[in-house]
């Protein structure tokens, strides 16, 4: 089983930054893809970015060019930068880690764009 932790969220003024990080523990597979996802008030859940453990990395459209993620292996963390946030940034993030057992998803993290 694994446990996610997710850090660094809270309030920016539109044009600001801010970075999440999110630590995984546990029963931690060789192969995995860890990433953040995100979800605003009637929205569904979309993809903002992941990574392999391999460092391959995917971006959601809307966040390319202005968000990055990166990864410690150890420990296993994955952090992302995100910059130029504006209000349709907020929402909240949650952390997500894959292997081939399945999905596990953090608690989420608020993140709030507004003067």
């Known amino acids: 089983q694994v446990q996610l932790v997710e850090s660094g969220g809270g309030l920016v003024q539109p044009g600001g930054s801010l970075r999440l990080s999110c630590a995984a523990s546990g029963l931690i597979f060789g192969i995995y893809t860890m990433g953040w996802y995100r979800q605003a008030p009637g929205n569904q859940r979309e993809l903002v970015a992941t990574?392999?453990?391999?460092?391959?990395?995917n971006y959601g459209d809307s966040v390319k060019g202005r968000f990055t993620i990166s990864r410690d292996n150890a420990p296993n963390t994955v952090h992302l930068q995100m910059n130029s946030l504006q209000p349709e940034d907020t929402a909240v993030y949650y952390c997500n880690y894959v292997d081939r057992r399945g999905s596990t998803w953090g608690r989420g993290t608020l993140v709030t764009v507004s003067e």
């Open positions: 990574i392999t453990r391999a460092g391959v990395t």
